[in-house]
């Protein structure tokens, strides 16, 4: 068996087979474009620095139709392989999981009693300080 061409990513520097190399280089994380774009869609509100999870993460990248952004999969992997190596690479802070629930009884933030009540369709009611 040959060996696989590949070449250098520009933004990471990983061998790319070069059947996907346009692809790859597109959709790179250490894009600044992508970085930008992706983390713009992971934050919760556009003034928030928490992150949001997967399942909402998926769903804005496929209403967004913005295709260099990268899906969950790829995203984690193109990271390190965690959502959490995802949250510290775009810089942003990843509410506890379920793996790590410290403080249960600390009070919510504004940013996630915004998220609560979206998720329950009453954005008309998210004020600061209320709900």
């Known amino acids: ?28 994380i250490d894009n600044p474009v992508v970085l930008t774009a992706t983390r713009e869609l992971l934050r919760v509100s556009p003034e928030s620095e928490t992150m949001i999870g ?16 990268p899906n969950c999969t790829s995203l984690a992997k193109q990271c390190g392989g965690s959502w959490q190596q995802v949250a510290a690479k775009v810089g942003l802070w990843r509410p506890l999981s379920s793996e790590s629930k ?27 300080g209320k709900t």
């Open 1 to 28: 068996m040959k060996p696989r061409d590949t070449e250098p990513c520009p933004h990471c520097k990983a061998e790319i087979d070069v059947s996907q190399h346009s692809r790859h280089v597109a959709t790179c």
């Open 54 to 69: 997967m399942k909402l993460f998926e769903r804005r990248r496929k209403a967004a139709k913005n295709k260099s952004i």
């Open 102 to 128: 410290g403080a249960l009884n600390a009070p919510l933030t504004f940013e996630e009693r915004h998220a609560c009540v979206l998720r329950v369709g009453r954005a008309d009611t998210i004020q600061e």
